[in-house]
């Protein structure tokens, strides 16, 4: 039953046998480009952020990391397989065949999303990824990787990834972030010094 409604519901997404041009390259940037925000988003806000602000970019990766490790064991002991492995639907792009549920783009994309949204300081940074989360669904499906209960997947080990690091995050980061500090003024000396990037 519940696959039956995946599958229509994934056939409603899907791309026609004739798309638009312009449809399918939206699609793409979607599908493969909004994705590297996250690490963008981290990398800046550990460059122009205080400590703060970077203890929180270390939980968000930590987040992301969490989020794709739940997936992939999700993945290896329940190998659901892709709409292209079954002949279903049509496919725009060309994937591995491994495991579709859920979507490690959009588990990685809203880990981050939802550790940033919890604090404030990066909840404007979190809200934008969580929305641009929702193309990027529309995308995977559309483009026929993914199915529409992958991105429920997502969602789902996406929070519990974002509450882990927020319970344990601050006790497990504190050390490494230390550490991290360290190195990152030693090594950006530099830049520093011309206020291209914070202490």
């Known amino acids: ?20 041009g312009w449809v399918v390259l939206l699609a793409r940037f979607c ?18 952020g205080s400590d703060a602000v970077r203890m ?9 990391l969490t989020g794709l490790l ?30 579709s549920f859920p979507s ?3 588990t990685l994309m809203w880990s981050t999303a939802f550790c940033l949204l919890a604090r404030g300081g990066t909840r404007t940074a979190g809200a934008w990824l969580a929305l641009l989360g929702v193309p990027l669904a529309w995308a995977r499906i559309y483009l026929g990787v993914h199915y529409p209960f ?19 995050g601050p006790w497990l980061l504190a050390p490494v ?16 010094r011309k206020r291209w990037i914070l202490y």
């Open 1 to 20: 039953m519940l696959e039956h409604i995946n599958q229509t519901l994934f056939l409603i997404i899907n791309a026609p046998a004739h798309p638009s």
């Open 31 to 48: 599908a493969s480009g909004l994705i590297w925000l996250a690490p963008m988003i981290m990398v800046a806000g550990w460059l122009r």
């Open 56 to 64: 929180r970019m270390l939980e968000t990766a930590l987040a992301g």
């Open 70 to 99: 739940i997936s992939q064991l999700i993945g290896l002991y329940w190998p659901h397989p892709r709409p292209f492995m079954t002949g279903l639907g049509h496919t725009l792009i060309p994937h591995a065949a491994d495991a």
């Open 104 to 106: 490690d783009h959009l």
């Open 150 to 168: 992958d991105m429920l997947g997502a969602l789902l080990v996406s929070l519990l990834s974002a509450w882990l690091c927020q319970k344990y």
């Open 177 to 192: 972030l230390v550490r991290l500090l360290k190195l990152y003024r030693r090594m950006f000396a530099p830049c520093i």
